[in-house]
């Protein structure tokens, strides 16, 4: 497991995960998962599970499991979507060649050597995804994998128990940005919800950031939408990776994107961009998320006066 070195993003819905993920998607040294890397199982029950969907928890497994049921329990709706149905994915146009049955095998054969335990069972989904991937853009330097699953840092003492080396790296936005944005889903969240949650998730971000300051790191949307470059050199800080000029644009598969979406609802990562989406909310909903967002919170992420855009 030493050998194996993981990063995963972590955010509330709309508050910027996607897009650092694929921002992150053009280092030549990082293994980036190709969509969210939803790993979480059926069996992600506990106090929590009320408020967030289990395909974004990290794993759990039955002790009578095998791997091959192992390898169909992991959620991972979206790359399953794209390679079983690729005319009903929202990421049709995505070229990506793979083979479901092969990836399979792959993740069988690698545990093989291994003892069937989640570290193991993660580090070979990660690892059989990229070794049958058949037009992944290769570069011979790739040595970190990065998922990103939507609000998977709450489970954060579980990662770092599974792997004391990899990182969290938490991504904040303003709620009142990120909730007009996560309006623009088919089936949003209602703005009670919405803002209730993101304090949660928030909530849990800043424990962990303390508990643990070697491992979990929280970073701000509105900084990379500022000065990217400034921003991304942080992450590889983060990460110890080198910088590359390549970070400065959003990429898939190493291929550059002209817009964010449909890795989410952020098209464009800036300043405008940011200040639209939040001005696109009524007086009252600014004025409804502030009185559910816990003051402290907006005030530790200088947030405090955001709802005043206009």
């Given at each position: 497991?030493?050998?194996?070195?993981?990063?995963?993003?972590?955010?509330?819905?709309?508050?910027?995960?996607?897009?650092?993920?694929?921002?992150?998607?053009?280092?030549?040294?990082?293994?980036?998962?190709?969509?969210?890397?939803?790993?979480?199982t059926k069996f992600c029950i506990?106090?929590?599970?009320?408020?967030?969907?289990?395909?974004?928890?990290?794993?759990?497994?039955?002790?009578?499991?095998?791997?091959?049921?192992?390898?169909?329990?992991?959620?991972?709706?979206?790359?399953?979507?794209?390679?079983?149905?690729?005319?009903?994915?929202?990421?049709?146009?995505?070229?990506?060649?793979?083979?479901?049955?092969?990836?399979?095998?792959?993740?069988?054969?690698l545990m093989k050597s291994k003892?069937?335990?989640?570290?193991s069972l993660i580090e070979a989904?990660?690892?059989?995804?990229?070794?049958?991937?058949?037009?992944?853009?290769?570069?011979?330097?790739?040595?970190?994998?990065?998922?990103?699953?939507?609000?998977?840092?709450?489970?954060?003492?579980?990662?770092?128990?599974?792997?004391?080396?990899?990182?969290?790296?938490?991504?904040?936005?303003?709620?009142?940005?990120?909730?007009?944005?996560?309006?623009?889903?088919?089936?949003?969240?209602?703005?009670?919800?919405?803002?209730?949650?993101?304090?949660?998730?928030?909530?849990?971000?800043?424990?962990?950031?303390?508990?643990?300051?070697?491992?979990?790191?929280?970073?701000?949307?509105?900084?990379?939408?500022?000065?990217?470059?400034?921003?991304?050199?942080?992450?590889?800080?983060?990460?110890?990776?080198?910088?590359?000029?390549?970070?400065?644009?959003?990429?898939?598969?190493?291929?550059?994107?002209?817009?964010?979406?449909?890795?989410?609802?952020?098209?464009?990562?800036?300043?405008?961009?940011?200040?639209?989406?939040?001005?696109?909310?009524?007086?009252?909903?600014?004025?409804?998320?502030?009185?559910?967002?816990?003051?402290?919170?907006?005030?530790?992420?200088?947030?405090?006066?955001?709802?005043?855009?206009?």
């Open positions: 497991m030493n050998n194996f070195e993981l990063i995963m993003i972590s955010a509330m819905y709309e508050n910027g995960g996607n897009t650092l993920q694929r921002y992150l998607d053009g280092h030549p040294a990082l293994y980036v998962y190709p969509f969210e890397s939803q790993l979480g506990d106090n929590l599970s009320s408020l967030f969907p289990y395909k974004y928890r990290w794993p759990e497994f039955p002790l009578n499991g095998t791997v091959e049921e192992d390898f169909e329990l992991f959620f991972d709706e979206e790359l399953k979507t794209r390679i079983r149905f690729p005319l009903s994915s929202k990421f049709k146009d995505a070229n990506i060649e793979m083979d479901e049955k092969e990836r399979k095998s792959v993740f069988i054969e003892k069937r335990e989640r570290a989904f990660f690892q059989s995804t990229f070794k049958s991937w058949k037009n992944f853009n290769y570069t011979g330097k790739e040595r970190v994998y990065v998922g990103y699953s939507p609000i998977v840092g709450i489970d954060a003492p579980k990662i770092f128990n599974d792997f004391p080396n990899a990182k969290v790296i938490h991504v904040v936005r303003n709620p009142y940005s990120a909730y007009a944005d996560t309006k623009k889903r088919p089936f949003p969240l209602s703005l009670d919800r919405y803002a209730q949650i993101w304090n949660i998730v928030q909530y849990y971000a800043l424990i962990y950031k303390r508990k643990f300051p070697k491992n979990f790191y929280i970073i701000r949307y509105e900084d990379l939408c500022e000065n990217v470059e400034k921003f991304m050199k942080k992450v590889c800080d983060i990460i110890r990776v080198d910088y590359y000029e390549e970070l400065t644009k959003p990429c898939w598969n190493r291929k550059r994107l002209n817009t964010i979406y449909p890795w989410g609802t952020i098209r464009i990562a800036d300043v405008e961009s940011n200040k639209k989406s939040l001005n696109e909310l009524s007086v009252a909903e600014r004025k409804e998320i502030r009185s559910i967002c816990y003051q402290g919170f907006l005030e530790e992420f200088g947030y405090e006066t955001y709802d005043k855009f206009i």
